[in-house]
């Protein structure tokens, strides 16, 4: 089992910024790919961005050059960085983990950005 414990949602205006962070915990060997998506009321949840265990990383087309994504390994910790925010980037924010057999979820953390 692994949790996932969210944090560093807020409110902020547009253009500023934020940064997420997400701490695994529990008895797993390893996490392979970690990330984040995110849910806006009234539409589906989508992939914000990845990164895997050596670093590669994949990003949603709405925020290349926007955000970034990263990790600490030895802390099971990954981390999203939200510079430039718009009142469209308003969502729930979702951590996500994959071991070698099940992806997990975190609970959510809001983010809501004013104009």
């Known amino acids: 089992q692994v949790q996932l414990v969210e944090s560093g949602g807020g409110l902020v205006q547009a253009g500023g910024s934020l940064r997420l962070s997400c701490a695994a915990s529990g008895n797993f060997f390893r996490l392979n790919v970690m990330g984040w998506d995110r849910q806006a009321p009234g539409k589906q949840r989508e992939l914000v961005a990845r990164?895997?265990?050596?670093?590669?990383?994949n990003y949603a087309d709405f925020v290349k050059g926007r955000f970034t994504i990263s990790r600490d390994n030895a802390k099971n910790t990954v981390y999203l960085q939200m510079n430039s925010l718009r009142p469209e980037d308003t969502a729930v924010y979702y951590c996500n983990a994959a071991t070698s057999v099940f992806d997990y979820w975190g609970q959510g953390t809001q983010v809501t950005v004013s104009s």
């Open positions: 990164i895997t265990s050596g670093g590669s990383t």
